[in-house]
């Protein structure tokens, strides 16, 4: 593979520091300073106009006098400088530079105007900006300290990606007391280039990154951020911290879908599908630097509370309560054990109160009973300093656990002086401890959370194969049609004709011009009717009396028929339609609810569920997920709203057909992926019983897209592209179908790769590996389908299905190219599978609107050097490896 192309901004092999001199207190001091003293290993450079030397350094005038390669460059310049030395660098040939002027951090239209010319100059170089920031960016394991700090920082395996230089360098303070190490410290300031997203693909790929820490304010491209956290969030631990959880400035939607949802609440929803924890503290930011670093997991919400101190432990339970986490009854075989350790007079239920004066060896046998009980979890273990403790003892005894056991340890060491040298030793051997004892609760419902998290994040909403397939010609040429009017609401009837099209039941409705036809239009139908007035404009018939339900009379039809136009037309003129006609639903025992699209700004379609009727804005029991869902993702939604229990079995009523309601779910999901003119959409209410479900009214919003715009641009996360399946004929007549990956397939992609012989293995992955790393595996099944394809080729049906080979690519940073690779089952070679993959892959970039296929071969490999040929690829020589050889093709 190349080197990731911002390898130069994060590893460079040259640096020059543009303003570098030895005044005290200036930016460039501090900066110039860092990398000397930290021994930065490259080529380094001070420019400095007026001095000959900075630090003992030769200094230079400009880029221009450096001699060979220069990777990057740090400007600690003023802002008026600037355009004319990104045009300096960008002659010399920089590929990155690091902006930290001082003056050049603000909103301002000024600052503005002035980034925006960077940028022209930037992308006319084909050079990458970081910043401006304050604060710049480190790589302590690459002795790499471009940052306007000044303090030690130590070199880890912890990554941490901030939008703040002030919360970067807090972070970094408090990492200096706690002996917390980092592998990056990245500060992006106002990331107008290089964002969190670019960032985060970067350490991605670092070996030497194992967790994420990220502070964010705001979400510039949620496309690419969700890209990046997904990949990230399926190798390796992501926690972050999001301020601005309250938009005061959001204008009122259109439907209940847009009211009832916040920006907050999308994020939450963003992060959980990302596998991403989210934290909400400063103070939970540094706990949860120290829980990811000690490498901390559970499998389930069940914690067991032991303590010393019974006041202490309770402090336990009562955040426990708070949080919804189960304290679990102790089986039996625990409660006997227990009671060797135990005196008589001890608590031996959960929590466990070992007394107060307990020693060490009594916390161990009781905290490696509880641990070991199959109920349990995890633990929090409560240490309060009394006469007959030891805390150093007991400390040790908790270390010795933590390494011998894979459930969490949390371990809330209360007091202070007292136990200031335990707690540097239970700091010194990773192990996880807090000043209270609701923080070790937190901490653990938070591990709960994202291991939860992680199990949304393998959800791919695979194609809806067994269903009938929507009218997708239907419901474009409604909504073209409803555009090219000027209009942007569809009516009741045309809502309901878009439901139909994806096959969601809805109540027949027709329309009435006047009370007449509603007597026409209420024989046809059968009483009882409804009768709703339709008027151009009014998003919700019942807030002016436009509604008139149960109409039990052809009579009743017309007299209400004829006062409700008489009254709408004094009031709307012009605009009143009409009245819609419609039958009472008429189920006894149904539920109300609310099934809805909203659009957030950011991350773009987004659903939701709650309960309905007229009072939905009252209770706002509502839930929000990212499309595209599956069951899993679907039934989950409807978990966690409070409307959940009142579709159980309810007094005297029977539980509503759940699997119906889900099923709307999955269409509505389908829906707004398939159809991008959606911006809002309400069902509300959609009546649900033990029958199944109908929609009783219906609204959707609409606007155009731009032409040529790439298909599922508009979602955060790539649903399953199901348009690629296909079968394929061999040369021998055997059908193979050829499909994208799923999550699920990692077991049978493991079984392919232990089949390859020797040879074929060497070739596709450049080693000998006979079975491939659980993270690599989760690499190659678990991908984003907004920058990835990889599609297999398979025989057979259910647990008898098996691949015979695998073609991949990943876009490249360019959005115009991207690097493939394949690989043949030995059996399968020479029987045309490979050429019928590639074609396939070749289709998906086109659909990408990718222009270039590229990718490395071994120049030892002659066959798939000529297999390249044939498929009209250019074989050039590799530019980094004389062993490997470079194959483009132009699509």
């Given at each position: 593979?190349?080197?990731?192309?911002?390898?130069?901004?994060?590893?460079?092999?040259?640096?020059?520091?543009?303003?570098?001199?030895?005044?005290?207190?200036?930016?460039?001091?501090?900066?110039?300073?860092?990398?000397?003293?930290?021994?930065?290993?490259g080529?380094?450079?001070?420019?400095?106009?007026?001095?000959?030397?900075?630090?003992g350094?030769?200094?230079?005038?400009?880029?221009?006098?450096?001699?060979?390669?220069?990777?990057?460059?740090?400007?600690?310049?003023?802002?008026?400088?600037?355009?004319?030395?990104?045009?300096?660098?960008?002659?010399?040939?920089?590929?990155?530079v690091?902006?930290?002027?001082?003056?050049?951090?603000?909103?301002?239209?000024?600052?503005r105007?002035?980034?925006?010319?960077?940028?022209?100059l930037?992308?006319?170089y084909?050079?990458?900006?970081?910043?401006?920031?304050?604060?710049?960016?480190?790589?302590?394991?690459?002795?790499?300290?471009?940052?306007?700090?000044?303090?030690?920082?130590?070199?880890?395996?912890?990554?941490?990606?901030?939008?703040?230089?002030?919360?970067?360098?807090?972070?970094?303070?408090?990492?200096?007391?706690?002996?917390?190490?980092?592998?990056?410290?990245?500060?992006?300031?106002?990331?107008?280039?290089?964002?969190?997203?670019?960032?985060?693909?970067?350490?991605?790929?670092?070996?030497?990154?194992?967790?994420?820490?990220?502070?964010?304010?705001?979400?510039?491209?949620?496309?690419?951020?969700?890209?990046?956290?997904?990949?990230?969030?399926?190798?390796?631990?992501?926690?972050?911290?999001?301020?601005?959880?309250?938009?005061?400035?959001?204008?009122?939607?259109?439907?209940?879908?847009?009211?009832?949802?916040?920006?907050?609440?999308?994020?939450?929803?963003?992060?959980?599908?990302?596998?991403v924890?989210?934290?909400?503290?400063?103070?939970?930011?540094f706990?949860?630097?120290?829980?990811?670093?000690a490498g901390?997991?559970t499998r389930g919400r069940?914690?067991?509370?032991?303590?010393n101190?019974?006041?202490?432990?309770?402090?336990a339970?009562?955040?426990?309560?708070?949080?919804?986490?189960?304290?679990?009854?102790?089986?039996?075989?625990?409660?006997?054990?227990l009671?060797?350790?135990?005196?008589?007079?001890?608590?031996?239920?959960n929590?466990?109160?070992?007394?107060?004066?307990?020693?060490?060896?009594?916390?161990?046998?009781?905290?490696?009973?509880?641990?070991?009980?199959?109920?349990?979890?995890?633990?929090?273990?409560?240490?309060?300093?009394?006469?007959?403790?030891?805390?150093?003892?007991?400390?040790?005894?908790?270390?010795?656990?933590h390494?011998?056991?894979?459930?969490?340890?949390?371990?809330?060491?209360?007091?202070?002086?007292?136990?200031?040298?335990?707690?540097?030793?239970?700091?010194?051997?990773?192990?996880?401890?807090?000043?209270?004892?609701?923080?070790?609760?937190?901490?653990?419902?938070?591990?709960?959370?994202?291991?939860?998290?992680?199990?949304?994040?393998?959800?791919?909403?695979?194609?809806?194969?067994?269903?009938?397939?929507?009218?997708?010609?239907?419901?474009?040429?409604?909504?073209?049609?409803?555009?090219?009017?000027?209009?942007?609401?569809?009516?009741?009837?045309?809502?309901?004709?878009?439901?139909r099209?994806?096959?969601?039941?809805?109540?027949?409705?027709?329309?009435?011009?006047?009370?007449?036809?509603?007597v026409?239009?209420?024989?046809?139908?059968?009483?009882?009717?409804?009768?709703?007035?339709?008027?151009?404009?009014?998003?919700?018939?019942?807030?002016?009396?436009?509604v008139?339900?149960n109409?039990?009379?052809?009579?009743?039809?017309?007299?209400?028929?004829?006062?409700?136009?008489?009254?709408?037309?004094?009031?709307?003129?012009?605009?009143?339609?009409?009245?819609?006609?419609?039958?009472?639903?008429?189920?006894?025992?149904?539920?109300?609810?609310?099934?809805?699209?909203?659009?957030?700004?950011?991350?773009?379609?987004?659903?939701?569920?709650?309960?309905?009727?007229?009072?939905?804005?009252?209770?706002n029991?509502?839930?929000?997920?990212?499309?595209?869902?599956?069951?899993?993702?679907?039934?989950?939604?409807?978990?966690?709203?409070?409307?959940?229990?009142m579709?159980?079995?309810?007094?005297?009523?029977?539980a509503?057909?759940?699997?119906?309601?889900?099923?709307?779910?999955?269409?509505?999901?389908?829906?707004?992926?398939?159809?991008?003119?959606?911006q809002?959409?309400?069902?509300?209410?959609?009546?649900?019983?033990?029958?199944?479900?109908?929609?009783v009214?219906?609204?959707?919003?609409v606007?155009?897209?731009?032409?040529?715009?790439?298909?599922?641009?508009?979602?955060?996360?790539?649903?399953?592209?199901?348009?690629?399946?296909?079968?394929?004929?061999?040369?021998?007549?055997?059908?193979?179908?050829?499909?994208?990956?799923?999550?699920?397939?990692?077991?049978?992609?493991?079984?392919?790769?232990?089949?390859?012989?020797?040879?074929?293995?060497?070739?596709?992955?450049?080693?000998?590996?006979?079975?491939?790393?659980?993270a690599?595996?989760?690499?190659?099944?678990?991908?984003?389908?907004?920058r990835?394809?990889?599609?297999?080729?398979?025989?057979?049906?259910?647990?008898?299905?098996?691949?015979?080979?695998?073609?991949?690519?990943?876009?490249?940073?360019?959005?115009?190219?991207?690097?493939?690779?394949i690989?043949?089952?030995?059996?399968?070679?020479?029987?045309?599978?490979?050429?019928?993959?590639?074609?396939?892959?070749?289709?998906?970039?086109?659909?990408?609107?990718?222009?270039?296929?590229?990718?490395?071969?071994?120049?030892?490999?002659?066959?798939?050097?000529?297999?390249?040929?044939?498929?009209?690829?250019?074989?050039?020589?590799?530019?980094?490896?004389?062993?490997?050889?470079?194959?483009?093709?132009?699509?």
């Open positions: 593979m190349k080197q990731h192309y911002l390898t130069p901004l994060f590893d460079p092999k040259s640096v020059a520091v543009i303003g570098a001199t030895e005044t005290e207190g200036a930016v460039g001091r501090t900066v110039f300073a860092n990398l000397v003293e930290g021994r930065y290993p080529r380094l450079f001070p420019v400095n106009l007026r001095r000959d030397t900075v630090l350094i030769k200094a230079v005038r400009s880029v221009a006098e450096i001699d060979g390669p220069l990777d990057l460059v740090v400007i600690t310049t003023p802002s008026r400088t600037l355009k004319a030395l990104i045009e300096q660098c960008g002659r010399r040939g920089v590929k990155a690091v902006l930290m002027s001082c003056d050049f951090v603000g909103t301002d239209e000024r600052a105007t002035l980034l925006d010319q960077l940028l022209v930037a992308r006319q084909d050079l990458r900006l970081f910043g401006p920031t304050v604060f710049g960016l480190v790589r302590p394991i690459s002795n790499f300290l471009a940052g306007h700090y000044q303090g030690r920082i130590t070199a880890g395996n912890l990554a941490l990606v901030s939008q703040s230089s002030s919360v970067a360098s807090a972070i970094l303070d408090w990492a200096e007391s706690h002996e917390v190490g980092f592998s990056s410290v990245v500060s992006l300031g106002t990331g107008a280039d290089v964002d969190v997203g670019e960032t985060l693909d970067y350490l991605v790929s670092d070996p030497r990154t194992r967790s994420i820490l990220i502070y964010l304010e705001d979400v510039q491209d949620a496309r690419t951020l969700m890209s990046a956290l997904r990949a990230a969030a399926r190798t390796k631990p992501v926690m972050v911290l999001k301020v601005g959880r309250y938009d005061e400035t959001l204008a009122l939607g259109r439907t209940h879908s847009e009211r009832l949802i916040g920006r907050d609440d999308v994020f939450e929803a963003a992060l959980r599908r990302a596998g924890l989210r934290i909400r503290s400063i103070n939970q930011l706990i949860a630097a120290r829980v990811v670093n901390y997991r069940r914690l067991a509370i032991i303590t101190g019974m006041g202490a432990g309770m402090m339970v009562d955040r426990a309560h708070d949080l919804n986490i189960q304290l679990p009854t102790l089986t039996p075989d625990t409660m006997a054990q009671a060797v350790w135990l005196p008589a007079q001890a608590e031996r239920c929590p466990v109160d070992v007394l107060g004066d307990a020693p060490a060896a009594r916390f161990r046998g009781v905290t490696q009973t509880v641990l070991a009980d199959p109920n349990v979890d995890g633990v929090v273990v409560v240490f309060t300093p009394q006469v007959g403790t030891d805390h150093m003892a007991t400390a040790e005894a908790m270390i010795e656990l390494r011998s056991t894979d459930k969490p340890i949390l371990l809330a060491w209360i007091g202070g002086k007292k136990v200031e040298d335990s707690r540097r030793l239970l700091t010194k051997h990773n192990c996880a401890h807090f000043n209270a004892p609701e923080h070790g609760v937190e901490v653990f419902y938070s591990l709960a959370a994202w291991e939860y998290n992680q199990q949304l994040l393998l959800q791919t909403a695979a194609p809806l194969g067994e269903w009938e397939n929507p009218d997708f010609e239907t419901a474009r040429i409604i909504i073209d049609t409803v555009l090219a009017s000027g209009r942007t609401v569809l009516d009741e009837i045309e809502s309901k004709a878009i439901l099209a994806f096959h969601i039941p809805v109540i027949p409705t027709l329309r009435a011009a006047s009370a007449d036809d509603a026409t239009v209420a024989m046809g139908l059968g009483l009882p009717i409804a009768l709703k007035l339709d008027v151009e404009g009014v998003a919700h018939k019942t807030d002016i009396d436009g008139t339900l109409i039990q009379s052809l009579v009743g039809v017309a007299a209400e028929a004829n006062r409700m136009l008489t009254r709408a037309r004094e009031r709307f003129g012009d605009k009143v339609r009409g009245l819609t006609v419609q039958p009472m639903h008429g189920r006894r025992f149904g539920r109300e609810l609310m099934l809805g699209v909203a659009r957030d700004r950011a991350f773009g379609p987004v659903i939701t569920f709650g309960a309905g009727g007229i009072a939905v804005e009252i209770f029991d509502v839930a929000v997920a990212l499309p595209p869902l599956n069951e899993y993702l679907a039934a989950n939604l409807i978990r966690r709203t409070r409307v959940k229990k579709l159980e079995v309810f007094r005297n009523q029977p509503v057909k759940i699997d119906a309601v889900a099923d709307v779910l999955l269409r509505l999901s389908e829906l707004v992926c398939e159809l991008p003119q959606v809002q959409l309400d069902l509300n209410p959609l009546v649900a019983d033990e029958q199944g479900v109908i929609a009214d219906a609204r959707i919003v606007a155009p897209v731009p032409e040529r715009t790439r298909r599922y641009a508009h979602m955060a996360i790539h649903p399953y592209p199901s348009h690629l399946v296909q079968v394929r004929e061999l040369k021998n007549g055997i059908p193979v179908t050829i499909r994208p990956v799923r999550p699920e397939d990692a077991e049978m992609m493991a079984r392919f790769v232990a089949e390859l012989s020797d040879e074929t293995r060497y070739n596709r992955y450049m080693n000998t590996l006979k079975t491939l790393p659980q690599m595996l989760a690499r190659f099944t678990q991908l984003d389908y907004a990835e394809v990889a599609l297999v080729g398979t025989l057979g049906e259910g647990d008898g299905e098996r691949i015979l080979g695998v073609a991949r690519f990943t876009v490249n940073p360019d959005y115009d190219s991207c690097e493939f690779a690989v043949i089952a030995d059996t399968m070679q020479g029987k045309g599978l490979g050429s019928q993959l590639m074609q396939a892959l070749f289709s998906a970039a086109r659909d990408m609107d990718l222009d270039t296929v590229e990718g490395e071969v071994l120049t030892s490999n002659k066959t798939m050097l000529n297999f390249m040929k044939r498929l009209g690829f250019e074989i050039h020589p590799h530019p980094e490896d004389e062993g490997l050889k470079w194959v483009v093709k132009r699509l």
